[in-house]
């Protein structure tokens, strides 16, 4: 597993900032925020590539471009062709969608069936160009619940077409560690995030969720993608960014050494 900076978390600040901090506090990749100042609004292949560019002088690796495309939207295989261009001028093979639709216990029947049969057209294009889909698993969305997307996932019927994992907190919301365990074997990426038992968000380290089961389950569906911070709080961003960085970087190490110690191979 590998450690992945979103560059939302700092999106008050100018996306070269954001890249220098990534690289300075030891990160392996950064997932590009799909809206201004981080991206302009219309496509613009030279500045993705810049931004390419600027990542790898850095030593990063752009881990998925973080899209805010749904098959619900006007015009949707116009902006899903963009998220693929921009993908590829990236160097990344990874976009993250949304569902849409509203929370999956109200959607209405129609609009249900047009995600799905949209979705299928979009992932098989993904697949034609060796991109990979991941379903954005959140609040107010078809895709809110390890249910749902599963369901999703199994309608689509495509190996494109995988979800993120990140934990929700809604009162009616899945159990976290229970959700990541169905899910594993479908999970293209992870937002690691955290609340207090009021639902409040926290440092990774410090809430509800064991990230210690999390990162457990993900080893043993063999997942070897990234662990993103999404957000920091706190009043020094860069010191709760430094705790989110390290506690993570703890478990990805532990795990490293426990593959290392059954090959019976000394960590370096």
């Not at 999956?104 to 249900?112: G, N, Y």
Request: hydrophobic content about 40%.
């Amino acid at each position: 597993m590998k450690l992945g900076l979103c560059t939302i978390a700092f999106q008050e600040k100018p996306l070269e900032e954001v890249i220098d901090i990534a690289a300075d506090y030891g990160f392996d990749g950064i997932e590009l925020w799909g809206k201004p100042p981080h991206l302009p609004e219309d496509y613009d292949e030279n500045y993705a590539k810049n931004v390419r560019d600027m990542a790898q002088r850095k030593g990063l690796t752009i881990s998925a471009f973080g899209s805010y495309v749904d098959p619900l939207m006007h015009l949707h295989q116009q902006h899903f062709e963009e998220a693929f261009k921009i993908a590829h001028d990236l160097g990344t093979d990874l976009v993250r969608i949304w569902s849409g639709g509203g929370a999956s216990r109200s959607i209405p029947a129609a609009d249900k069936r047009l995600i799905l049969f949209r979705l299928v057209s979009i992932t098989q294009w993904a697949n034609f160009r060796n991109i990979q889909l991941g379903l954005e698993m959140h609040n107010n969305h078809l895709t809110d619940s390890a249910a749902t997307i599963l369901e999703t996932i199994e309608a689509v019927n495509l190996p494109a077409l995988k979800t993120y994992y990140q934990p929700l907190t809604r009162s009616d919301a899945d159990e976290p560690h229970a959700a990541a365990e169905k899910l594993a074997p479908h999970i293209a990426n992870v937002h690691a995030q955290n609340f207090d038992e009021t639902g409040k968000a926290c440092p990774i380290a410090d809430g509800v969720v064991n990230y210690t089961r999390i990162v457990e389950i993900l080893k043993n569906a063999n997942y070897d993608g990234y662990l993103e911070v999404e957000f920091v709080h706190g009043d020094n961003k860069l010191e709760a960014l430094q705790r989110d960085r390290d506690y993570l970087a703890s478990l990805i190490n532990t795990t490293n050494g426990d593959a290392l110690k059954d090959l019976d191979i000394d960590p370096v």
